[in-house]
């Protein structure tokens, strides 16, 4: 696939890779799944968060969605400690986004402060 | 596991691995055959006995296939599958049929299962051409020298009986020119069996020939080796099978026949050939098969076997094989290897492996498999290495051992064949697609995908079908792996692109939509979208291809470099059909159904489109006394629904002619700017089923009717029709010719909103509905948006029913036209400044034929906007503005009820006829700075035009901007030495920026104050204008005399008596409550106060600025009953206030005007401002106030030294209660310091403001109070140097009664001439709350400091 426009293979690679993210959550208790999936030479990443602690952090009425979020990350190198706190610190990121009370859960995150923060984090550890 | 050989690899291996019998034929014997169809009938034929199966091949075919010619036909073969398939797919009905019915639900458990219980057998699911592709792929590979299977066991000789000397053809045949180059170059064994055929034609003579030869050849050859077939005995070649003779084999024909098939005839296949023939036929195969083929190949390893154990097997053959391999280590360098022939024992093993396996004993062949593959290990023969691997891993699934261990020979084998780089690339495919195969047999699907994927290599055609076998492995593995799936789809569909199957690759595209549907991966969906558009544009469907691209058009996540493409091609391609499509949700440019705003006229009709976004409530609650009450309302609604079905009840009313305004808001997603075109409405307008078409129906047939008794009576039922369809076709008409749609362009740039405003004007009664709205985009596509279709909740502007379904909210009940007034206000500033007053006129036009009466006006803020008097309309302004002397005062009509209440009604005999318009004079104020809303309501009554509706009202809405112009403030104080008497500060600060104003003048309301200046404005302002930000401060004396009760009492009665009496006028005019500020010689008159509209407006000021006004008429109330023996109320307040006393209360107007000619004179320019103070009262008021009196210069002959000098102090309580008065006087300045000093730390601020005034040598200088206290004592004590003494005690001590006036005689002694400043003295009061009286309780104490009274004492000259 080596084409010009190829700003969609990202996507791709990372979607596909979810069908083994399903199957691995499930298996273990790690949060952070190294190197499930590799297409050429990328690498996918993943980092699953724990459901319950987030059902448990929000508000009542929201407990009807099961929130499985994953941090999908594509990339090249195999620095693992940068991935595992830059994975730690955006969870956290995340975590502050998702207190947002206007915030719905499984939506896209529109705020341009998180874009900027995970920049910078992605700057500092990748 | 099921036995391995029924599975499709066993079955595969099976047919594939089997042994091969070289045919080597004459020409005869092709021409004879060709007369069969079937171009190679004989040859190709293949025999099934027991699962053994031969391969029959032309010598010629015995070689490595030509890669070229390989590949063209696989590549023939995929574009054969891809039209057949896509010719299929493309029929809309199976768009969905195969996998995207799976695929309804998204990603969960659902779709899961779906795929399990739905999917059923397999085989349904994959298309059955990968298995055809496939084996051909492997097929290229046959004969290749490193493996034996291809071997050929056995050699057929053919010779057709026309044949000259048939014997030594036979010799000829088996000649090594003629062989194929692998048996010669010694890859392939040459000394193989040979059998011999003669093939007799019956058409071509007598079977006697034949037989003969048949002879010949047994005593040649032998008598075995040696048949006939005698075939062709149908004479005319009629004779139908009954299907064709060779299908039971055609499963292994060739791909390159399995293509053809279907473009071959096949009804004369075969036609020459009777039963007997194909008996004949096929006993011949049985028999050389298990006759010769099978007993040739048991002898052939039998031997071999005894050949290889004698070398190979044991320890010590093993040890010198070892041995002897390690010595040839290093002469070998060749990459593939030592070069062995087919009588190196190495081949042998092989050789004997192959036909072990061939013949099923697989033990046999494992254990030869294993003993040779480490010799071509040790000599690094690598491609041999991996085929015996692969073979290893074959043999081991066949006999359904281990499974590890085949998967590691597979795997071994792949990566063998891997490393061999280009050489062993087809190897490579094969062994990979066995392995993949075996997987999957053994429900390993994940892993046969990973393997079809590592397939893939540098043939992009080759690796686009690997990649979608791959796609269809994730989608049959438990649980399906449908991401993997879409995405190996993809990759698969631009391997097809790249090798132009274009319909390969929409296929495969189109197969993965389903999976991202309903996700939020979007440059996925964009990407898969835009690509099959693009292809089917390029196969030329552009129909297709827009339903694809329109999905990519609103894709806001994408650079602006990818939108533009998108727009691009899309536009492309819409323009390639030829034809503008209809689109019903085209997303671009983005409709926000949310804000569509429905804008309609009832009774309630708007001046304009700001008076129709304001709330409803607004209106409501202005229009609340002006529409008739709601009993009324209730009446007029049950006449209404006795007049409209009940349906319709509900409904909005319109009115034909008037125009329905919509307001939507369309929204470019995009970066880039697009055009949008023709935006109009979409509307149905169908007649009221009720009122409108029944009627009207009715009316034709009457019509008709007539019409037939006057023809004589000809056709009743014809006519009657004739008049149904004219009703018809009325209904059909209307969109065009009775409703009127606007049509709006306007291009959006990117991330633009805009609100668009379309309308729809009914020209006929019935009932309209607001269907949807309708666009062009790029005046190449139609966009639709139906706005019932979106169950968004919706608003309809006027809130009346917002609880309603919107779909009733969009229709209209349209009734008959009726007359609407217009309404305009002239020349009404949008920007202006504080003060502005000015006369306005509102037109009201009709524009109808029917006259409209009853005008009522309602005005929301009645500080800014009064309706005038009809003959000012064409009065001079500001002339009329002025008092009038010596003529009549316009009488202030009474209006205060009207002014309070916002409403005015028009003089009843006023009517707006038709076609004409009114004219009506407002006054306008600028009563504070702001961005004031003004709302005015008209309401008006139309005479018998419509039951349904009586009444309308016109809002008009008018925002305006009142700038800050002067900042006007007035400090009222008690002046200290006149009793009644108050000093006026006016502090006047022009805030405006660049505006000069001229001062005109400052008037008080109310006639009992008289104002005069203190000092000449001339002097304060010579130039009588204020700049930008110049600040005036100006003193004025206000005199308040009871006396003018009196005159107050006759110029009232005067007014009521609407001026009659000529005398008052002078008694009047001497009292002063306008201060000319302007030019002192200016003739100019004064404006009128007291006269509208100053006087109204100033009501409203009262009323808004404090609650006054009430007070007043309270109070009045209360006196009202005392004093209505005098008839007149108005003189309530006035006699109040007198007497009350203390409660001085005045109001001022202080009016400025724009010099003339400083601005343009434009009409829009403000002339005259007035700024109004309401109840201004004196800041400090103490209840004791006090005047010292005396002889203000006195002479005296200083030769008697004591000068004595008598004064007067005269004080006043005027409050309620019992005053007890202390008076302290003191003699030295530095005494005088202490009390002031208490006094001022004792007292609250305000007691120390006042005014006073001290007369230093300019005497036109002004120093205010708060300089004057602190800094007064101080300099007294410095500038006083002639010292006085007081006279008599130093304390006095009285008691005032409650509104009493007591009189103090001082004394004081001077002993030198010159100027004395009496002021060293303090009053001290107490007031003792008189019982109930508890309204000064607050104030009951205070300290006043005594006000500088200046004695001049002269020298004498004269001599008594």
Redesign the interface.
Known sequence: ?Q?E?A??LP???L??????VQ?LAWTTSAMILKTIDKFNDLVVSVYVTDDHILNISKPIHFLHFIIHTRFMLLHDSRSDDGIKSFFQEVHELYIKSLLNPLYLPGS?ITSSHFDTKVGALARKYL | MADPASTPLGKMLLEEITPVVMVLCTPYVEESCLKNVPVRTASDQPYRLRKFKLRLFYSSDIRQPNLEVAKERLKKVITHVGEKNFLESSDPSQVNNLLSSKFTFDFDIFSILAVGFLGGPESEMLPSWFQFFNKELVRTLSFSDHEAFDHPVACLLVVSSKDDEPVNRFVDLFNTNKLPSLLNDGAMDPKIMKHYLLLHDNQDGPFNKATKLLADMRNAFGQNDCQIICFNSSQDGKIHHQDNPWAPFVNYLTLRDYYKSDALPTENLGGFLNLDDLNEIKDFMQELSSKHIIPYMEQKIRVLNQQVSATRKGFRNQIKNLWWRKGKEDTIDTPNGPVYTFNSIESQIRILGDYAFMLGDYELALSNYRLISTDYKLDKAWKRYAGVQEMMGLTYFLLDQSRKEAEYCMENAFNTYLKLGSAGRRNTTRCGLWWAEMLKTRDQLKEAATVYFRICGEDTLHSAVMLEQASFC?LLSK?P????Y???L??SG?HYKKCDQIKHAIRTYRSAIPV?KG???S??K??VHFHIGQWYALLGMYDVAVTHMLEVLASTH??KT?QELFLRDFLQIVQKTGKTFEVLKLQLPVINISSLKVIFEDQRTNASAAAARVKESLWRSLEEDIIPSSTARSNWLELQSKIMPRKYKESNICVAGEALKVDIEFKNPLQIPISVSSVSLMCELSANPEEGKLPKCMYICIHAFTVFLLLGGSNILLLYATADMGVLHDDCRDINSCLILSEVDFSLEGGETTVVQLTVTPRIEGILKIVGVKWKLSSAVVGLCNFEFNPVNKRVGRGRRKQHSPCSDLKFLVIKSLPRLEGFIHSLPEKTYAGDLRPLVLELSNQSKFPVKNLKMKISNPRFLYAGNQKELNADFPACLKKKMNVEKSGRHASVNKTLQNLYHFPEDISVQEETSLSWPLWFHAAVPGNIPLYITIYYEMEGVSSIMKYRTLRMHYNLQVLPSLDVSFQLSTRPSRLQEFLLRMDVVNKTSSECFQVHQLSSIGQQWEISLLQPVDSILPSQSLFAGQSLSCFFMLKHSPLDLIILKISLQDRRRSSTSEDSIPSLSHIQSDVRLGPQDNSEAFFDVSSSPLADFHDCERSSQGMSSQVVNFLALTFFICITINQNLMLLPFIFFLYQGCEYKVDFVFITQLPKGNSDSSSNTPLVFSHHACDCSPSSMSPISWLVDGPRTIQHNFSDPLCEVNLKMTITNSSDAIASVHINTFDSPSSNNQPIDDATASQPPEHQSGWSEIPIVNDTKIITTEALTTCVPKSLSLESVPQFIWSGTSSTKLVLQPRSTAEIPLQICVFTPGIYDISNYVLNWNLTPDGENQGEANKSSGVCQGYPYYLSVLESNFKD
């Open positions: 696939m084409r426009d700003a969609q996507q791709f690679i979607q596909a890779a979810l069908d083994i199957d896209r | 994730y649980p792996m449908l991401h993997k879409g995405f190996h993809v990759l631009d991202y996700t939020t991966w440059l996925i964009d990407h994408q650079s990818t």
